[in-house]
């Protein structure tokens, strides 16, 4: 009788089991998801399995996987790691493979494999493994095919196969993916194009953040149960650039893991280490007596019943009632109110968006158009949310409103004296602080907390319960909720997965759930904003009774959810249409509203997405046409289509002085065209200190005699590049050194130069010091280590250069001369050059920064756009922030226009040891005292010094409020003009406003 193994892999969605013999053969195998419940499916699995094979013959078990280490205790067999578990399968099944790609549930790798001809076996020769942050890539795309109302079985596959244009969605990490992907909903971008364009960012998600430049050798197998997905596997072809037959999906891929500790189970059998199965009923009972975790949270207790939320339906016998129209229109819910004259709700609809806005308001619009048909006339039309703009066209909106102006309207209509609003959408969410009914202060939800809402639905989803039915009551009959800490969603995901696996109930699970989003709205929302006594909680999430006990458990206060809190945005939109129209009739105008009917089920609409090629930026632009009007484009950088497309009257007539200075940094540069009569090519990247050095170095190289040839600026490319390349968490400008690099690669170049700039010589009023950051020094050699540059077609010039003081200065160039094959002669003559030209730069920039400074008109909204110079002036890492700003009729000006050179922050500050950190505190205090300026700071994620600069420009600035842009490779659009128009709003509400708005974008 043929000896048979039992491989057991428990992963973190799903369990598998496989009965193998020693050749490899899988005799049945059984792949069930986990449900929340990995011991009862691990069980369930088992018998299927006994019910299709004879277990008897089995004589030894393994068992590998994230959850098996504590089941492997339970069953008394060996734990084996998963990756030698798979070398162990795919030496067996596929001995010429090289790689090994595995996505499951919530783990992915990548796995380097050789064939050991001495030992007959396949050797791991080196892996990679996601982090947290990356993790839940599988789960991730069931989550987005079920909010979606997709088959991820079959139909998310064929329809993203349909893609002729692959939408670009970020691929870092999930939670960032997942944001992009509903701003494109918003821009009305085509579903089988956002789907394509998930595969691809969860391909290059593979490639950039777990493989991190390893080399994929074919052939390469692709397995775990993402490699289902037949669109995943066209998008890793593409990434990986793969001819035929190169991606192989192996058959009963999904089980390798568990067929390899089968196999394991087998050679440790042949030693004599046989493990045998426990009976089903024995291990049946060990598996659910189940461990409980030490650390809870207290029991949750039922918070106050809400308010009534009353409809005041309109009388059928009089005349139509004249009512305004709110739409709110946010990635999960689209929601749809009428509002009468005293601003009470005559008709609502709460919507799932389904991934498709202008669907969800045209059913909206017809359902509430029927309830209220012949008894109502719409005078207004307000729209809010993230797809404001399209939806206005669309409906024939009159106003246009961000969200934290029309949930601070509609909160401070139900009660005047609300201090501060907790609002939690579904991907969204915003505090927001008022005082005598003014928005003085907001904050929003950084990428990395995104999708609280739609996080517990999911959560709810994977434990297998009914949120809307199921959730609050467990959750609030947990008599010890998990403690499951307060971190990004993703991480939460890995601490409920651990907890599942330790047993716990789903009572405590919930509970802790409860906990968890609230610790993580109050840690990284609010962040030590303060906190009124008068609180309301707005928004989807405020029906879930156990998220409102939580928050009133953690602030010890008592929550309201105010009448209607599902549908707040849209009563806030319909409330401001409202008064803005209300006013212009007062005012003589007519204001006739340009809403289009409640019936638009003729309206035609078509939306395609095209990537302009007419510049390196390479925008995604939308293009939408309603009936036959002229498009509308949402999504490009510059107003290329607005000749074409709507205009947009505020951008015209103000100067774009981030151009101008862009000129003066160039000065008469133009690129060499080819080689000319054999001058020596020096490539500069345009990367960091470009953005201020660009003169001295360009003069410095042209009076060697030699041509300088620049990286192209920063695009889609070279991003995807950077983040392929880059292999330490540094902050977003240092990490696209790497692309740059390797763009200078392809412009035929015989140098680049790379020195590491320590400091300046302008050391500034009362400082001894004026250095930069460590990360630019640095990067030079970070670069090197990474991508070989001794090995490349060009030499590389490295070295430190010390402007700061004169005797290093000379000897650092000396060392440049000599890798630049030029005597130290012209280097001082080169340097002279170069100076000259840097202080004709300055000089031009303070020369035209006076004369903008002195044509500002008081009342004209101005921002100075504060923060280091690569941050401001790289209009891919500031998301062309100037132009975003001249489009709400705001006047960006760089931070260098202001005279910072004439200030002195000594005072405050006497040992600045930063260059950027002193310009940056300098503007400060110009901008403090000079009421027609108002600042936006932008940041980067991870940025060291501004962890606390911005800190300092906070207390100099005082009361003056700010605007904080904390940017980098996943922000998004729509965040980012969201942010600067409830900015502006709120300036206008209340200038005397007294706090900082902040948040990643
Ligand atoms: S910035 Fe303008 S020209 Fe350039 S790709 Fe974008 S839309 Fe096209
Ligand atoms: S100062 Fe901040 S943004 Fe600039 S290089 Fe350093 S960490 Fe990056």
């Not at 993580?520 to 009124?532: A, S, T």
């Not at 010589?761 to 630019?776: F, K, V």
Request: charged share 20%; aromatic share 6%; hydrophobic share 45%.
């Amino acid at each position: 009788m043929q000896e048979r193994f039992l491989g057991i892999d428990i992963g973190s969605t799903t369990v598998k089991v496989v009965l193998a013999d020693m050749d490899g053969q899988i005799v049945a195998h059984r792949y069930l998801r986990s449900n929340g419940q990995p011991r009862t499916m691990l069980i369930s699995a088992l018998r299927g399995l006994a019910a299709a094979a004879d277990m008897g013959r089995v004589t030894s078990v393994g068992l590998t996987g994230s959850g098996g280490e504590a089941i492997a205790s339970v069953i008394g067999c060996r734990h084996v790691n998963e990756l030698v578990a798979q070398t162990r399968a795919v030496g067996t099944r596929h001995p010429t493979a090289r790689t090994v790609i595995e996505i499951g549930g919530q783990d992915s790798k990548l796995l380097i494999l050789d064939w050991d001809a001495a030992v007959g076996r396949m050797r791991l020769v080196d892996f990679a493994m996601n982090s947290l942050c990356a993790a839940g890539t599988g789960s991730f795309l069931d989550q987005q095919a079920e909010r979606l109302g997709i088959d991820i079985e079959d139909a998310f596959a064929r329809i993203a196969l349909q893609s002729t244009s692959a939408a670009r969605i970020a691929g870092r990490c999930t939670v960032f993916a997942k944001s992009d992907m509903i701003h494109l909903q918003q821009k009305g971008t085509l579903l089988p194009d956002i789907l394509a364009g998930l595969c691809l960012a969860l391909a290059r998600n593979f490639t950039s953040v777990v493989a991190k430049g390893k080399v994929f050798t074919p052939p390469i197998l692709f397995q775990g149960g993402v490699a289902y997905n037949l669109a995943v596997v066209r998008a890793f072809e593409t990434v990986l650039g793969l001819g035929q037959g190169e991606l192989i999906v192996p058959a009963q891929h999904e089980v390798m893991a568990a067929l390899g500790a089968a196999l394991i189970a087998g050679d440790d059998a042949a030693f004599g280490r046989r493990i045998s199965l426990i009976g089903l009923d024995r291990l049946e009972h060990d598996l659910i007596v189940s461990q409980q975790s030490d650390r809870h949270m207290p029991a949750l207790r039922h918070p106050r019943p809400a308010r009534p939320a009353p409809i005041v339906a309109p009388a059928a016998d009089t005349a139509p009632t004249p009512v305004y129209l709110g739409i709110d229109v946010g990635s999960m819910s689209t929601n749809i109110v009428l509002i009468d004259a005293a601003g009470q709700v005559v008709a609502r609809r709460y919507m799932l968006t389904a991934g498709n806005p202008l669907d969800a308001v045209r059913r909206g619009l017809a359902e509430i158009g029927q309830e209220v048909s012949g008894r109502i006339a719409v005078i207004g039309v307000g729209t809010t949310g993230s797809g404001r703009h399209l939806t206005a066209d669309f409906v024939g909106g009159d106003i246009v409103r961000n969200e934290i102006a029309a949930q601070a309207r509609a909160a401070v209509a139900i009660d005047p004296t609300v201090e501060t609003i907790f609002e939690i959408g579904g991907q969204d969410s915003k505090y927001i602080r008022i005082n005598h009914g003014a928005v003085v202060d907001f904050a929003m939800n950084n990428a990395c907390a995104a999708g609280t809402g739609s996080f517990l639905e999911e959560q709810a989803d994977r434990l297998n319960i009914s949120i809307k039915h199921d959730f609050s009551r467990l959750a609030l009959a947990a008599e010890r909720p998990a403690c499951l800490g307060e971190r990004c969603t993703v991480f939460m995901e890995s601490d409920v997965v651990h907890h599942q696996q330790q047993g716990a109930s789903l009572e405590t699970l919930t509970g802790g759930l409860a906990y968890a989003v609230a610790q993580n709205y109050l840690n990284r929302v609010v962040n030590g904003r303060p906190i009124g006594e008068r609180i309301f909680f707005q928004g989807g999430v405020a029906w879930n009774s156990a998220t409102v006990s939580a928050f009133e458990s953690l602030t010890g206060r008592h929550i309201t959810v105010p009448p209607h809190h599902d549908v707040t945005g849209a009563i806030g939109a319909a409330l401001l249409a409202k008064e803005e129209l209300s006013e212009r009739r007062a005012q003589g105008d007519p204001a006739p509203t340009h809403f289009r009917g409640f019936d638009l089920t003729d309206l035609h609409y078509e939306t395609n997405t095209f990537e302009c090629r007419a510049c390196p930026n390479l925008c995604a632009v939308n293009k939408v046409v309603i009936a036959n009007e002229p498009p509308i484009f949402y999504g490009a950088l510059c107003d290329k289509f607005e000749d074409v497309g709507r205009r947009h009257p505020h951008a015209h007539g103000l100067p774009d002085l981030f151009a101008e200075r862009h000129r003066l940094l160039m000065g008469e540069y133009v690129a060499p065209e080819g080689r000319r009569n054999g001058r020596v090519r020096v490539g500069i990247p345009q990367m960091l200190l470009f953005y201020d050095m660009f003169p001295y170095w360009r003069a410095f190289i042209e009076s060697l005699g030699m041509d300088v040839v620049i990286s192209d600026a920063t695009n889609p490319t070279i991003v995807s590049r950077s983040l392929e390349h880059s292999t330490a968490e540094t902050c977003f400008p240092a990490k696209l050194a790497y692309g740059h690099i390797l763009n200078l690669l392809d412009k035929d170049v015989d140098l680049v130069l790379l020195p590491s700039v320590m400091n300046r010589d302008h050391i500034p009023h009362g400082q001894r010091e004026s250095n930069y950051c460590p990360y630019i020094p640095a990067i030079s050699y970070m670069v090197a280590a990474q991508i070989d540059l001794q090995k490349r077609p060009w030499r590389p010039v490295l070295g430190a250069l010390r402007f700061m003081d004169p005797r290093f200065k000379q000897f650092d160039l000396g060392q440049i001369a000599t890798q630049l094959g030029v005597s130290p002669k012209a280097i001082r003559g080169a340097d002279l050059a170069g100076a000259a030209a840097q202080e004709g730069f300055y000089a031009a920039v303070c020369e035209r920064g006076r004369a903008a400074l002195a044509h500002l008109r008081p009342g004209q909204p101005a921002a100075v756009i504060v923060g280091h110079p690569y941050n401001t002036h790289d209009l891919r890492v500031c998301q062309d922030l100037p132009f975003k700003l001249r489009k709400l009729g705001v006047l960006p000006i760089p931070i260098d226009y202001l005279p910072l050179d004439t200030v002195d922050i000594s005072a405050h500050f006497p040992e600045m040891y930063w260059r950027s950190g002193h310009d940056i505190l300098a503007a400060a205090t110009i901008i403090r005292d000079d009421p027609r300026l108002h600042a936006i700071y932008v940041t980067n994620f991870g940025c060291g010094p501004d962890s606390f600069l911005v800190s300092y420009f906070q207390k100099l600035l005082g009361a003056q409020p700010f605007l904080e842009l904390e940017l980098d490779e996943h922000s998004a659009d729509a965040g980012v003009i969201t942010r600067c128009e409830a900015f502006f709003d709120s300036l206008r509400m209340r200038p005397q406003a007294v706090s900082i708005a902040v948040g990643e974008v």
